[in-house]
C-alpha cells in the first residue's frame, strides 16, 4: 500500500469509528459474520452484553477485532481480558489478537506494540492499551482498581469464573464510559453468567445475544452435521450446550437426567418399591393408581 498522509490516516481512522465492519475488513482483513455484527453492535450501545454461544462459530474473533477496534480508535482506552486460565487466555483471545495485527498493514500494524501479555498504542502506551487478568478463586484482587476513562472489561468462558470476580467487576461502572461484556458457552446452570440471561431481576440489565454452531458461514453443511453428531446429537447435553447454544436442562450430566428425577419425584401415580425381606425380591411397579 501506497503511503498515506496524516489527512488520509485520519479520515480512515474517523470511517472506522463509525463502522466496526469497515474496520474489521479494512485494516483487520475480516468479513464479519451476521452474528458478528448483531454482537458489535449491540456491544457499542450497550454497557452490559452476555453473548452466550455454541462453539467455533467466531465469538473470541469477533472480540478481538472488538480490542484492536477499542484501541484504534479511542484515547483514554483500557481494556481488561478475564479469563478462569492463563493457557486458555494466551492460546485463545491474545493470539487471536495476534494473529489479526500481524496480517494488518505495516502501515497500521506499526501503530501497535504487541507483548505477551499487554497490547498498547505505540503513541500512547499507557493512554491506549489492552492486557488480561486472571479470573479465579485466588486472584479476586486482580479486578480491583480497574478504571479509565473508556473502561472496557470482557470476561472470556465466563461460566468458569467465579462469582466473586463479577462483584468487584461492577465497581467500573462510576467511569464515564464502561463496558462490561462477557462471553461463553452456556455450560452451567449456576453462577453469574447464567444469571445474566435467566435471574428474573439481574437478566433484565443485560442485553443479550445467542449464537449456534451453524452461525459460522465457514463451516459446510456436511463437517456441521458430522460435528453435531460427534456432540450426542439432538436432545444430547453436549448438543444443546455446544450446537445450539443453550444451557444444559440439568447442571450435572448424570445417567439420569436431574429433570426426569424431579418429574419421577413428584408424580404421584408411581408406587414406592415393595418393602419386604431382605430375601425378597423388591417389585418396581408404575401402576396406575386409576386403574387398580
Ligand atoms: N469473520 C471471520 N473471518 C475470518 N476468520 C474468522 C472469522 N470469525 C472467526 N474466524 C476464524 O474461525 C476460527 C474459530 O473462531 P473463534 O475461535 O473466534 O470461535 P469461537 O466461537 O470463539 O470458538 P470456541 O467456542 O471454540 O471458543 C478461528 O480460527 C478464527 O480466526
Ligand atoms: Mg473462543
Given at each position: 500500500m501506497a503511503k498515506l498522509t496524516n489527512e488520509q490516516k485520519q479520515k480512515i481512522v474517523l470511517a472506522c469509528k463509525q463502522d466496526i465492519t469497515f474496520f474489521a475488513k479494512h485494516i483487520c482483513g475480516s468479513e464479519l459474520s451476521p452474528k458478528q455484527i448483531e454482537f458489535a453492535i449491540k456491544w457499542l450501545v450497550s454497557l452490559r452484553t452476555t453473548f452466550k454461544g455454541g462453539v467455533g462459530f467466531g465469538k473470541t474473533h469477533i472480540m478481538a477485532i472488538l480490542i484492536l477496534w477499542a484501541l484504534f480508535t479511542h484515547n483514554d482506552v483500557q481494556v481488561t481480558i478475564f479469563g478462569p486460565g492463563e493457557s486458555q487466555i494466551k492460546d485463545g483471545i491474545w493470539k487471536e489478537i495476534g494473529i489479526i495485527w500481524g496480517r494488518m498493514d505495516p502501515e497500521w500494524k506499526d501503530l501497535f506494540d504487541y507483548q505477551a501479555t499487554r497490547l498498547s498504542r505505540k503513541d500512547s502506551p499507557t493512554g491506549a492499551f489492552a492486557a488480561y487478568r486472571l479470573a479465579n478463586k485466588d486472584n479476586i484482587e486482580s479486578a480491583r482498581g480497574i478504571h479509565m476513562r473508556n473502561n472496557f472489561v470482557f470476561v472470556d468462558?465466563?461460566?468458569?469464573?467465579?462469582?466473586e470476580i463479577f462483584q468487584v467487576l461492577g465497581n467500573i461502572f462510576t467511569d464515564q464510559n464502561p463496558k462490561l461484556c462477557l462471553i461463553s458457552n452456556p455450560a452451567r446452570t449456576t453462577g453469574f453468567f447464567y444469571d445474566t440471561w435467566e435471574?428474573?431481576?439481574?437478566?433484565?440489565i443485560w442485553t443479550k445475544v445467542h449464537g449456534k454452531m451453524s452461525d459460522n458461514p465457514r463451516l459446510a453443511k456436511e463437517a456441521y452435521e458430522a460435528m453435531a453428531i460427534g456432540y450426542g446429537g439432538k436432545g444430547s447435553r453436549d448438543y444443546r450446550i455446544n450446537v445450539e447454544g443453550e444451557f444444559p436442562l440439568d447442571e450435572v450430566d448424570g445417567v439420569i437426567p436431574a429433570h426426569l428425577v424431579r418429574e419421577a419425584i413428584e408424580n404421584t401415580l408411581a408406587v414406592a418399591p415393595f418393602e419386604g425381606e431382605r430375601d425378597e425380591q423388591p417389585t418396581f411397579s408404575f401402576v396406575n393408581e386409576a386403574s387398580r
Open positions: 468462558e465466563a461460566s468458569g469464573v467465579p462469582d435471574h428474573e431481576d439481574i437478566s433484565t
